[in-house]
């Protein structure tokens, strides 16, 4: 029997509904159907807003009109004045701003591939994702130049070159076959080497499709505020949609300390962060108290929210429909959301499959487990990328039976909502017994010192891994100051099973995280000490 949410309402028939994705196959069939590149797709969806705002990014705004013509003359410039053709990769190596999107659309528009670089890779990070892809240009500004330099690379300075320095291309008429490569995005590499994830014009077009709908933004009237990085895929799961219904993006960088005037400044409608992002920005509320309730639209993904912390947000955001999702760069940025109307009553999940895609949880042999017993995700549809550049064995792994292979743990419910435990490679097995480090972690953000938490194997001799925890104390909470190990590792024990309260618990200043607030836990296995390392 389903359980009722807050209201009342059945779920099962609620969610049963979301899922219905009859209106999007037909539009999927008749968009990707066509020989067009994404950015000839973007521009004809914009037609009939000219004259709106698209782009706001400090002082400088950008109407629909405007956007697309910047877009045609920095396409220009590369057909023309760079001599980049067809398939050969352009990186991008820029800080947030309007100038990123345009040139992102104008190596798209001619049918040429992107490489979006994260702006916090070193030298030899550059060098090797440069190599790997095999670029032939790099879009870079000053600011990365000694970077560059350290790389051996050559670049354009792409805040100097104008839209007008070549005649404007034909954006609409270029007849980019819509299955070529379009970007390739290199995964964020929490450990080793990362790959390159080859999303074609087709996928990119599918994801910006499937997006509005299962964000909950689809509204002409968005005003969506972009702060976290536009290299990531999140600038197709969240910011690039935007442009394809007729909104407004407003460009910044995240700082903790000017977002929430941003966001009253800017009159922003819908936001997009990471956890931590919000976490933070309602450590900052307690004590700015502005005033947020014209924000309609909140959601959060790349890392599980704690259910302890979600009323945090809701307090911030009093008005806002809170949406949880996840997906992986592999996808588009996303596999499955969580209805706001759901965002308490199914605390915890991640969703529901978007329109458009199939989802199921599998055992080691890819059959379908039962609901409620953990298994792997997997999923398909048209967002899911097209392969791994030059890695057929890894593309073969992880597309195995035409499904992709997530290397996500987790269990579907009755009403099909999705529960993450883990990544395989971040399950914890002690002696036998598998723990979930995202169990544990939850328990830890229970207690109202712990402002963040992260938990990672350690080696035992005795039961081969332990559980080790860091910890980020709350140093506002009147109990920072006397929290102690001790206290956690007691805080643990009454809610957790023996075998899953950690061996060692360390407090650390902040977690190591990627650019999109993803933690790094192969960095803190190296901060084990030495005996559990």
Aim: some cysteine; hydrophobic content about 45%.
């Amino acid at each position: 029997m389903s359980a009722t949410n807050a209201t009342g309402a059945d779920p099962r028939a609620a969610l049963a509904r979301r899922r219905d994705a009859a209106w999007l196959e037909s539009v999927l069939a008749a968009e990707l159907s066509r020989p067009q590149s994404y950015a000839a797709f973007m521009q004809r969806r914009a037609a009939g807003h000219s004259e709106r705002a698209a782009i706001a990014c400090g002082e400088r705004i950008l109407t629909y009109a405007q956007l697309y013509a910047e877009v045609a003359g920095l396409a220009g410039y590369l057909a023309n004045a760079l001599g980049v053709r067809r398939s050969e990769r352009v990186a991008l190596l820029l800080d947030n701003g309007a100038g990123y999107q345009c040139w992102y659309l104008a190596v798209l528009a001619i049918g040429a591939v992107a490489v979006p670089l994260n702006t916090k890779l070193t030298a030899r990070e550059v060098a090797f994702q440069l190599g790997n892809a095999g670029a032939v240009a790099v879009l870079s500004e000053p600011r990365f130049a000694a970077v560059l330099e350290e790389a051996q690379a050559t670049w354009i300075d792409g805040t100097q070159v104008g839209a007008d320095a070549q005649p404007a291309f034909d954006v609409a008429s270029a007849g980019v076959p819509s299955d070529a490569p379009a970007a390739i995005y290199y995964t964020s590499g929490t450990t080793g080497n990362p790959k390159g994830v080859v999303h074609t014009h087709r996928s990119l077009v599918a994801g910006t499709l499937q997006g509005p709908r299962a964000w909950e933004y689809d509204d002409e009237q968005a005003v969506t505020l972009a702060m976290t990085p536009l290299f990531h895929i999140a600038n197709h799961t969240w910011f690039l949609p935007v442009l394809s219904i007729g909104g407004t993006m407003v460009i910044d960088t995240f700082r903790t300390e000017t977002v929430l005037d941003l966001i009253v400044r800017r009159r922003v409608t819908h936001v997009f962060a990471v956890p931590t992002m919000l976490l933070l920005m309602s450590q900052r509320h307690q004590t700015s108290r502005q005033n947020l309730s014209h924000v309609k639209n909140v959601a959060f993904g790349a890392s599980a929210m704690p259910p302890e912390k979600l009323t945090d947000v809701r307090r911030m955001f009093p008005n806002a429909r809170l949406v949880h999702g996840m997906g992986q760069t592999e996808s588009c940025g996303t596999i499955v959301t969580l209805p706001a109307e759901f965002a308490f009553a199914k605390a915890g999940s991640v969703g529901v499959r978007i329109d458009g895609a199939e989802v199921r949880v599998v055992d080691e042999q890819g059959r379908d487990v039962p609901a409620g017993v953990v298994g792997e995700l997997v999923t398909r549809g048209p967002n899911v990328m097209a392969r791994y550049h030059e890695q057929a064995e890894a593309t073969a792994a992880v597309l195995a039976g035409g499904w992709l292979h997530t290397g996500d743990l987790g269990y579907l419910d009755d009403d099909g909502c999705l529960f993450l435990v883990d990544r395989k490679k971040d399950m914890i097995i002690r002696g036998g017994e598998n723990i979930y480090s995202s169990e544990v972690e939850n328990v830890l953000y229970m207690h109202p010192a712990v402002l963040q938490a992260a938990v990672v194997a350690a080696r035992s001799e005795l039961f081969g891994e332990e559980v080790f925890a860091f910890v980020v104390k709350r140093m506002e909470a009147p109990e920072a100051g006397t929290v102690d190990e001790a206290a956690l590792r007691a805080h643990c024990a009454r809610n957790l099973a023996s075998f899953k309260v950690p061996i060692g618990i360390a407090f650390i200043d902040a977690l190591p995280q990627t650019a999109t607030g993803k933690v790094q836990k192969h960095r803190l296995r190296e901060m084990l000490p030495a005996q559990h390392r």
